[in-house]
């Protein structure tokens, strides 16, 4: 691109900070615009976010609490995504994972932490696999689509969970969980914070993501699929046995999002534990353009809206489920993708 | 200082001007006959439907249409005859408003028209039916043609447009189902679907290209007495083609290109099989020296046996019937056709991409009937597809990656956990410098040139010595000196011994390179010779199915 | 098993299923024009919300139901915005919208938790009116009940019959040659989501004004994603749908009219049989090779778009 181009456009690399800047700014007005019509105060409420999630300690551990399940389950998309496939399945991978999980904790509730935890963490990568293989067996086979397939069985997912509840597994005192976990088989804590292993297995997690599509042969071809699948192809890369891998190896995440969810997090198995979990992973992946770091920096920002819409509901009798309007607004402001004014190019 | 005078012509007087260089034009074209083959042609009385005068396309690289004149007149059935690269779907285009021509004019009714684009050729009434058939599948006949008519009522009567379709289609065998669906239909009721349409729009010039090549051969007959009807009844009508045969059965005239010019212009009757492969073909070869020495083994063991090789017709796809193909290490089989007839499933089907429906493929005497096809490239095949860009390249990666993607397991270390990144680099850049070629590893693919690709991709399936090698058309879109390099790398690969399979439209080249010859027409081997033992004339006749008496299903 | 039983869970199936079928009616017309919205969810809770609120505030229901039909259309022009102005990728998009439902709803909704409403009248076909008094309760519906059928007969004529519907078909199933024909795809899509999200407005407005009659934050339960499935199960047809609405709505009630005949199947596994039933049918299309989705939604569901 010659400069003559270009015209008078900026430098590329200010041009994207500024169009995250404008983005994050328009965003922040909108719901602001919103906050305002119901006769609140954006610039208190906005404060109150702040100091809520950023200003304490346990604000900020609160905030590595909710961003936990997101780096899995945007992992879970971001995986599949590098060989073109869609995986909006993570809810229902998600809630498999806690089912095969939470029948390890209930069955095996006798053995110590040290084996359970283990046995409850591979079970629920299980459950979540199985969950991703018709569809990625499907979508192999030119079948159906792996989009329309994840999304009817996250359908699916929640009344298997609660079938297994209500039916067997529910606690005397309340059939829409079950009881307790046992100690044993809850994941151990980050001091006094509610922070869980699981956090670590998610950094992990997305650093040996990073690692094996960068560095390694696998990497390189499922890149290539992504790429131009009829050119790996004839490459003599075995696609289809990729992409039934890969969407096993996602939904393995996802469970593990799940288990961790139920194991560390709740305690329990609730039935519709997850309000959107794993869409939440969607979009953040989807946000970070499916690379790891993004992925840390996304779930971490929308983890603090999330968080501190907590303060909102406490202070201003405003229903938690409102702080999806923030994140929703956000998105929006990200997919209508505004373009800084730029003179027109020269033809 | 001298006052700059500019003279300014009227309008109308440039519009009188070119008027009239038009009729001296056409008076000059009319006397001069009809080509160079000689043969009055009687001026006819009528003004045509359109008159094209020495238009000009130019691509980059590429001169598509040199200088073309044409009349078609209305009640004629004229045929624009030629091999692929000839020019004819690029006229066509430039007719239809989907080009831009550079130069040279266009008159419909002796008026010139602009045609620049699809919407005003409907306005002159052309219409074209392309290979790409524009019918929307999952509609039905009825609702196709609704579509397009120009003053469709809220609630329109589709028994009413049916009825109409009917009556259009009895009156030129152009019998369809209207209520059925697109995609139901056979693609040659499709085809007379999309001629329908055309039709209720009342197009007075119909362009068809290639339409007999989705067709099963009594559906070309059928075909041919629809376009009769149709010229009987006043149209215009433009048949693209490159098989003899149907010029000779349907035309009225044949105009022939060869490498964007009009080589000739030939009433039916003066038309014969001898006198259009003259034209279409260049007879004369050019002397380029090249090395052709064999390795002292000669006709060893033959590397690739394709034995009774079918493969299935998929959608509209040409499929194989009863393929018997043997390639020797050490030789060079030429594979001569237009392109269409084959040559694309031929090289699939070789890589494992496409599965045989009947017969035994061997590589190196092992049944490979059934292998994936990284097995295959295991064994040691390189295959050079005909459009690399999409087939053989991953544009996001970079040159560098794209290098090793066929050879992932030979490149891995660790077991798998890493890749050896500078033995890639290293084997890439003298494989590069052997073949004389010179592009960059670094940055993404999809920034390399076209010409770059095609090197790329060359470099990438010739290194590592080869057992087999599948060219498809490797010298498309090259240079003359990157031609002339990539053939000797062909040649290189067959002094190591291994065995090429050369599939090109390029006659020249597959005489020059090849040590054995076949011809691929409609799916079928058409025949196999040795160069010395044959002819351009032979191969060209072969090539468009004149050899045969009717076309074989 | 009594036909009253019977009665019971056609009745029951009813009046579940009319919000399920106005929304799948809504999101047909969306999808046939190569638009699929994945936030149905919430666009169907903030009409819920917003018709329940504006009955509840100013005591009448039809005024209840004319919000809600134009909430609908709004949070359905707001996916048109981003997917056709600004050519973003449809499922994010639809997503994004889900999470705005589910966040405006509550807040709309949250005043009227709890707050009664007087509902639509339930009326009885006059033919019907001498039924024995039990038979006759379980056949009392609602306007919004009746008409539903004819809506969804109305869906058909449009699209299969109108010039309106046709050049909607043209640009769900190809674009590129609709333009050709002289057709605005850009156009014809908002006017399909409006259309859509009208029908979708008044889906939800029959759940919380008239089968409901109450308000509780993310009540629509997965309507939303249901009415996808089942969009898919009808092969995008208007008059498939109703059928399916019933198969779909009906899967619990008639869980409970196998009970009384003594067969013990759990309701929630009753309740995948629809989801199941379409994979099943979509996996023999598959097979098939035929394709009943309009062809340029496919692209969609490749990320191509």
């Known amino acids: 691109m010659s400069s003559r181009d270009r015209g008078r456009a900026w430098p590329r690399g200010l041009q994207a900070a500024l169009r995250y800047v404008a983005m994050a700014v328009l965003a922040l007005a909108l719901f602001a615009v919103i906050l305002l019509l119901a006769g609140k105060d954006p610039i208190q409420a906005y404060r109150d976010i702040f100091t809520s999630t950023l200003g304490s300690a346990y604000g900020l551990s609160e905030v590595f609490v909710t961003m936990t399940p997101l780096l899995l389950t945007a992992l879970a998309v971001a995986l599949p995504s590098r060989l073109g496939l869609i995986n909006v399945g993570g809810e229902g991978q998600l809630y498999l994972g806690a089912l095969f999980a939470t029948w390890g904790a209930l069955r095996f509730s006798a053995l110590p932490a040290w084996l359970l935890l283990p046995l409850m963490i591979v079970l629920g990568m299980i459950g979540g696999a199985l969950w991703a293989l018709p569809a990625g067996y499907l979508r192999a086979r030119g079948i159906v689509n792996e989009t329309i397939t994840t999304l009817l069985l996250n359908v699916v997912a929640p009344s298997i969970v609660a079938y297994f509840v209500f039916g067997f597994w529910h606690s005397p005192m309340d059939t829409n969980k079950t009881a307790n976990f046992a100690a044993a088989a809850r994941l151990p804590t980050l001091g006094g914070t509610r922070i869980n292993l699981s956090l670590i297995f998610g950094v992990v997690l997305l650093a040996l993501f990073w690692y094996v599509m960068a560095r390694t042969r696998w990497g390189l071809e499922m890149r290539a699929i992504g790429g131009n699948p009829g050119a790996a192809r004839r490459s003599g890369i075995p696609v289809a046995r990729y992409l039934v891998g890969v969407m096993m190896a996602a939904g393995a995440l996802a469970g593990l999002a799940g288990m961790a969810q139920v194991s560390g997090y709740y305690g329990v198995l609730l039935v519709n534990f997850s309000r959107g979990l794993g869409y939440m992973g969607f979009l953040v992946s989807w946000l970070a353009g499916g690379t790891p770091l993004g992925i840390v920096v996304t779930s971490f920002v929308v983890a603090v809206i999330l968080t501190g819409g907590n303060l909102l509901q406490l202070t201003g009798d405003v229903p938690y489920a409102v702080i999806n309007i923030l994140l929703a607004t956000t998105l929006f402001v990200v997919l209508a993708r505004p373009s800084l004014p730029r003179r027109r190019k020269v033809a | ?553 | 098993m009594t036909p009253l039983a019977l009665l019971g869970v056609v009745s029951s199936a009813i009046f579940s299923g009319t919000s399920l079928l106005y929304a799948t009616l809504g999101e047909i017309v969306g999808e046939r024009s190569g638009v699929v919205n994945l936030g149905l969810e919430g666009v169907l809770l903030v009409s819920a919300a917003a018709g329940f609120a504006a009955s509840a505030a100013s005591g009448t229901p039809y005024l209840g139901i004319l919000v809600a039909m134009i909430a609908g259309a709004l949070m359905n022009l707001i996916l048109g915005y981003l997917v056709v102005s600004r050519r973003a990728n449809q499922l994010a998009s639809g997503l994004a919208l889900m999470f705005f439902g589910f966040g405006l709803s509550a807040w709309i909704g949250r005043d009227y938790v709890g707050a009664k409403i007087t509902g639509l009248p339930r009326l009885t076909l006059p033919g019907l009116a001498g039924l024995p008094t039990l038979y006759g309760s379980l056949l009392r519906f609602d306007p919004l009940i009746y008409l539903v059928l004819p809506t969804a007969a109305l869906v058909w004529w449009v699209l299969f019959r109108t010039r309106w519907g046709l050049s909607l078909r043209a640009v769900g199933e190809a674009p590129d040659t609709a333009f050709a024909a002289g057709r605005n795809p850009g156009r014809i899509r908002y006017r399909a989501l409006l259309a859509g999200g009208l029908l979708a407005g008044l889906g939800a407005a029959h759940l919380s004004i008239a089968y409901a009659m109450n308000w509780t934050e993310y009540m629509t339960a997965g309507r939303g994603f249901i009415a996808i499935a089942l969009v898919i199960f009808s092969k995008w047809h208007p008059l498939r749908a109703i059928v399916g609405a019933l198969l779909f709505s009906g899967a619990v009630a008639f869980q409970l009219l196998l009970q009384s005949s003594g067969v013990q199947v759990s309701p929630f596994l009753l309740n995948t049989v629809p989801y199941l039933l379409t994979l099943g049918v979509l996996i023999i299309w598959g097979g098939r090779r035929r394709n009943a989705a309009p062809a340029s939604l496919g692209r969609v569901y490749q990320g191509a778009e």
């Open chain 2, 1 to 553: 200082m001298a006052k700059v005078v500019k003279f300014d012509i009227p309008v109308r007087t440039a519009r009188l001007l070119g008027f009239l260089t038009g009729a001296v034009g056409m008076g000059r074209w009319m006397k001069a006959g009809a080509g160079t083959q000689g043969g009055e042609t009687l001026p006819r009385l009528s003004l045509p439907v359109l008159q094209v005068r020495e238009l000009c396309k130019r691509f980059p690289g590429v001169l598509a249409n040199d200088d073309i004149s044409l009349d078609v007149f209305s009640g004629e059935v004229h045929a624009l005859l030629g091999e692929n690269g000839a020019g004819k779907s690029t006229l066509v285009k430039c007719l239809y408003g989907y080009y831009q021509r550079d130069a040279g004019e266009i008159l419909v009714d002796g008026i010139a028209a602009p045609l620049q684009s699809p919407e005003e050729a409907r306005r002159h009434r052309i219409g074209m039916v392309f290979q790409n058939l524009t019918l929307i599948p999952a509609l039905t006949v009825v609702e196709n043609v609704a579509l397009f008519l120009p003053d469709l009522p809220v609630v329109p009567s589709l028994t009413e447009i049916a009825a109409r379709l009917t009556m259009l289609g009895e009156r030129y065998r152009l019998q369809v189902d209207p209520w059925a669906q697109v995609q139901d239909l056979s693609i040659g009721q499709q085809q007379k679907a999309e001629l329908l349409k055309l039709l209720m729009a009342e197009a007075r010039l119909l362009i068809l290209d290639e339409p007999s090549r989705v067709l099963v051969p009594h559906e070309v007959e059928g075909l041919f007495q629809v376009l009769r009807h149709l010229a009987d009844d006043g149209l215009a009508v433009i048949l693209i083609t490159h098989k003899l045969e149907e010029a000779l059965r349907a035309a009225d005239r044949i105009t022939v290109l060869r490498q964007g010019r009009v080589a000739g212009r030939l009433t039916r009757a003066e038309a014969s099989e001898d006198k259009l492969i003259h034209l279409m073909f260049e007879t004369e070869l050019s002397n380029l020296s090249v090395d052709r020495s064999r390795p002292a083994e000669l006709a060893a063991a033959p590397v690739l046996e394709l034995e009774r090789v079918s493969t299935a017709a998929r959608g509209t796809a040409v499929g194989l019937y009863d393929i018997d193909l043997a390639v020797h290490a050490g030789e060079i089989v030429g594979v001569a056709g237009v392109s269409g007839n084959g040559q694309r499933e031929l090289a699939d089907l070789i890589l494992g991409d496409l599965m045989c429906a009947a017969g035994t493929k061997r590589l190196l005497g092992r049944d490979v009937t059934r292998s994936a096809i990284g097995a295959i490239r295991r064994a040691r095949v390189g295959y050079i597809p005909e459009d690399p860009l999409t087939m053989a390249a991953i544009p996001f990666l970079s040159v560098l990656e794209n290098m090793a993607i066929t050879r992932t397991e030979h490149y891995a270390r660790n077991g798998g956990w890493q890749m050896d990144w500078p033995a890639v680099q290293r084997e890439a850049e003298a494989a590069i410098q052997s073949l004389g070629f010179a592009f960059s590893l670094t940055g993404q693919a999809r920034s390399l040139s076209g010409g770059n690709l095609q090197r790329m991709v060359l470099v990438r399936e010739l290194s590592h010595e080869p057992r087999l090698v599948v060219a498809c058309y490797p010298t498309r879109g090259l240079d003359a000196r990157s031609t002339v390099a990539a053939q000797k790398a062909l040649l290189a690969a067959r002094a190591q011994g291994a065995g090429v399979l050369l599939i090109s439209e390029d006659l020249e080249e597959l005489f020059l390179l090849s040590d054995r010859l076949v011809v691929l027409f409609a799916g079928r081997i058409a025949g196999a010779f040795r160069p010395a033992e044959t002819s351009v004339m032979a191969i060209g006749r072969l090539m468009t199915g004149a050899g045969e008496a009717h076309v074989v299903p």
